[in-house]
């Protein structure tokens, strides 16, 4: 994927690695969810996201949450704010290589709906 390969990108092979890609409307949207408790040792919740843009998968990432939450409401609401960064990153990246976002959102799709209305 294009976020492990431009760990310190230098612009011309993101560009290219970026062509395949290239359209006149870039729709991104992500998927995002958490495993409330999932480690029954720690008691620590599990972040998953991905994110897509023109059907190809940009960034994924899946990992333990750092901190112990309470309720999956709380879990959720974590694994939201760590997407949402790392669409803040994408979209600041893809500028740089000079792709034109057309100030479209990114569309975030999660399975709680408490987490969605707040």
């Given at each position: 994927?294009?976020?492990?390969?431009?760990?310190?990108?230098q612009?011309?092979?993101?560009?290219?690695?970026?062509?395949?890609?290239?359209?006149?409307?870039?729709?991104?949207?992500?998927?995002?969810?958490?495993?409330?408790?999932?480690?029954?040792?720690?008691?620590?919740?599990?972040?998953?996201?991905?994110?897509?843009?023109?059907?190809?998968?940009?960034?994924?990432?899946?990992?333990?949450?750092?901190?112990?939450?309470?309720?999956?409401?709380?879990a959720?609401?974590?694994?939201?704010?760590?997407?949402?960064?790392?669409?803040?990153?994408?979209?600041?990246?893809?500028?740089?290589?000079?792709?034109?976002?057309?100030?479209?959102?990114?569309?975030?799709?999660c399975?709680?709906?408490?987490?969605?209305?707040?």
């Amino acid at each position: 994927t294009i976020s492990r390969s431009c760990i310190a990108p230098q612009k011309k092979e993101c560009q290219e690695t970026c062509r395949y890609l290239k359209e006149d409307q870039w729709k991104r949207w992500a998927f995002v969810g958490a495993s409330h408790a999932a480690n029954k040792k720690t008691r620590r919740s599990c972040t998953g996201y991905v994110v897509f843009v023109n059907r190809a998968h940009i960034v994924w990432y899946s990992k333990e949450q750092n901190t112990i939450e309470a309720s999956s409401f709380r879990a959720e609401f974590t694994a939201m704010k760590s997407c949402i960064e790392a669409i803040v990153h994408l979209r600041f990246k893809l500028r740089i290589f000079g792709i034109p976002l057309n100030d479209q959102p990114t569309h975030v799709f999660c399975d709680n709906e408490s987490v969605v209305k707040n």
